[in-house]
């Protein structure tokens, strides 16, 4: 329907207006591309800090319940 409206311009006002008019559209239609893929980019990043914010949670978790693997040394335990 706007390309009817667009080929109308064109043959009221001549190819100037039409091709700054096809121009801005075809460069909106540039930014709502730019656009979702940032979108889906953010969506990418904020699902990955989500992750790594749950590892280090649950590494947290695992380390003050002593369940990590790691043994502090006693004096009892250096002694021997």
């Known amino acids: 329907m706007i390309t009817n409206w667009l080929y109308i311009c064109r043959d009221l006002f001549g ?3 039409s091709c700054f ?3 801005f559209i ?3 239609g540039f930014c709502r591309d730019q656009f979702e ?3 889906e980019a953010h969506a990418d990043l904020q699902r990955a800090l989500t992750k790594a914010q749950n590892e280090a949670a649950e ?3 695992k380390c003050e319940s002593g369940e990590g ?3 502090s040394v ?3 335990q250096s002694a021997a």
């Open 21 to 23: 008019l096809f121009g």
């Open 15 to 17: 190819c100037p207006v």
């Open 69 to 71: 693997g790691v043994r």
């Open 59 to 61: 590494w947290r978790r």
């Open 26 to 28: 075809g460069f909106v």
């Open 37 to 39: 893929e940032e979108q």
């Open 74 to 76: 006693t004096a009892n």
